[in-house]
């Protein structure tokens, strides 16, 4: 497991010149998802454990659901068990800074008490039934409405003049489409965002996402995006801006978690997966992959296996990411296994800290990932399959999501997996090297492709074993999914063998019939080149759940 992928890494000193402290200083940087019970958490002890362990910045509960503050704002409301008079959030800031930890402060405008409901129905998330959603007696807000739009505004600026935080999170940002029980609630119909929807799209919200509903989704959640963004840089200039969206933020959040019902296999390269896209996606955002220690959510307090904590924590700084931690509660924990993990890396990064600063990915092959700005879909097996194979095979890549790296940034060869935009036709026009792994035709045009097969179990002949020096001991590679029949005008080196018997070892593969099909195709386009591979590669190097089911017999 610890075989992951570590990329060149260089340092720049001008890219960094006008950035803030995420992108200048080495992070350790552990989160807190406090209770409300926690408000009366003793501030010193908390920050001696951070400087125990050698973190460097604490992402702190401060406002939203409930403050950990005394606030004056409307329709924001301290812990019940904030102690009268007591500033929490204050105290720990000062503490902090006192020991050079900075503090990112962590909203959640996603969801209220019912007195702001009350007050203001048409701010709230309303089910295709006109319903609110209503989860453990607090109402889910919508990003079109005014409590995002005005309130949040309001509560934001308030904190923002009171303290000086280093930095600012938000969680559940835009609207969750399924509850903490994992209970569909489909997409909001609120009356701000039907009105909405149909003067961008002459129509009504759907009953289930598609691609436009995704683009009115996107639109909708940035504006409220570059809103707090403005604001934070307005208030506090040398402050960040943390989120899970890349527009308008100084660093770009994710997540590394896992969930018992989720299909398997596990995603084991889920921090590189994640640090690599953001880093090489937005060079000039810092990524910061939380480290999700709970096994799901219904057991927040039980951790995953230790391993599977250091093999996140290494990935995030091996992808020159940030090194983060993550716990429900404080650092006061009933399973301590996870925390025990993290600490021996934070103290060793920051004891060889001058390494873990200022890196940039200086891979020389590119793997491009899906595109959150399209809305479009893309597939997620044979993404994680090439990205797999690239990792174990100790090639250093980037990922990314968009196309900005055109004429910015030079590979030696650039990798689509699923759909391959019309760009990459410019690119190898211009001498670009480009490899198609996917039985989908790319957006422009190559070879004429003219039958597709789908769910086929066959085999690819190698009939040129010079081309395929590493496939010298075999003649047929495995075959399953679909594959693209495309037109060629010279012999293939790898060609298509249909699906033949398989059973019982009496009949097997004897009518196996060969053809001329090509497995791959090559093309020059203005100075560089072309390798179409017409089928699903990738996705045998990680199979979904439903193409790996064993059989018991033989
Ligand atoms: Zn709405």
Redesign the pocket.
């Given at each position: 497991m610890k075989r992951f992928c570590v990329g060149l890494l260089v340092t720049s000193g001008l890219l960094y010149a006008q950035q803030g402290w995420w992108m200048t200083e080495p992070i350790r940087w552990v989160q807190t998802n406090l209770r409300q019970t926690d408000a009366a958490l003793n501030a010193k002890r908390l920050v001696d454990q951070l400087s125990e362990m050698r973190a460097n910045v604490l992402l702190l509960g401060m406002g939203g659901i409930v403050a950990y503050y005394p606030t004056k704002t409307e329709f924001h409301y301290p812990s019940p068990q904030l102690p009268q008079g007591r500033d929490m959030f204050g105290d720990v800031l000062k503490a902090a800074h006192e020991h050079h930890i900075r503090v990112v402060g962590r909203f959640d405008f996603s969801k209220t008490q019912r007195e702001v409901f009350d007050a203001h129905p048409e701010w709230f998330?309303?089910q295709a039934n006109g319903l609110a959603v209503i989860y453990n007696g607090l109402y889910s807000t919508?990003?079109?409405?005014g409590y995002y739009r005005q309130t949040a505004v309001k509560i934001l600026s308030e904190a923002l003049e009171k303290y000086e935080v280093d930095g600012l999170f938000f969680n559940a940002f835009g609207?969750q489409s399924r509850d903490y029980s994992g209970r569909e609630l489909g997409l909001?119909?609120?009356d701000?965002?039907k009105a909405r929807y149909r003067q961008m799209f002459h129509k009504d919200i759907p009953d289930k996402p598609d691609d436009d509903y995704r683009k009115f989704m996107f639109v909708s959640s940035r504006e409220v995006a570059a809103t707090f963004g403005d604001l934070i840089h307005a208030k506090r200039p040398r402050a960040g801006y943390f989120n899970y969206v890349q527009e308008s933020t100084g660093g770009i959040m994710s997540e590394s978690n896992i969930a018992v019902d989720r299909p398997l296999p596990l995603w084991p390269y889920s921090a590189s997966d994640n640090v690599n896209r953001a880093r090489n996606s937005e060079p000039g955002k810092m990524s910061i992959n939380l480290c999700m220690q709970f096994v799901d959510m219904a057991w927040r307090f039980a951790t995953v296996p230790s391993q599977e904590i250091a093999l996140r924590l290494w990935q995030n700084i091996a992808n020159s990411g940030a090194l983060t931690f993550e716990v429900n509660g404080t650092l006061d924990l009933q399973d301590r296994q996870a925390l025990e993990a993290a600490k021996p890396i934070f103290r060793w990064t920051a004891a060889n800290e001058q390494y873990y600063v200022r890196q940039e990915s200086d891979a020389r092959v590119l793997l491009l990932g899906a595109s959150p700005q399209t809305g479009r879909v893309y597939s997620a097996e044979p993404y994680r399959g090439i990205f797999r194979l690239l990792s174990e095979e100790h090639i250093p890549f980037a990922v990314s999501d968009n196309m900005n790296w055109l004429g910015k940034r030079k590979f030696d060869l650039v990798i689509a997996t699923d759909w391959a935009p019309a760009e990459l036709k410019q690119y190898a026009e211009s001498g670009g090297r480009v490899l198609l792994v996917s039985p989908q035709a790319p957006d422009f045009s190559l070879v004429p492709a003219y039958k597709k097969w789908s769910g086929l179990k066959g085999y690819i002949r190698v009939r040129d074993h010079s081309m395929f020096p590493s496939l010298k001991d075999t003649d047929l590679l495995m075959l399953d999914g679909s594959f693209t029949e495309v037109q060629t005008d010279a012999p293939a080196p790898l060609t298509l063998v249909p699906q033949s018997m398989f059973g019982p070892p009496e009949l097997v593969h004897i009518d196996m019939t060969d053809t001329a099909t090509p497995g791959i195709v090559f093309r020059q386009i203005g100075r560089g080149s072309i390798a179409w591979i017409p089928w699903n590669l990738g996705g045998l190097y990680y199979p979904s759940e439903s193409a790996c089911a064993c059989r018991a017999i033989s």
């Open positions: 998330f309303r919508c990003i079109n409405g609207n909001c119909h609120c701000v965002c």
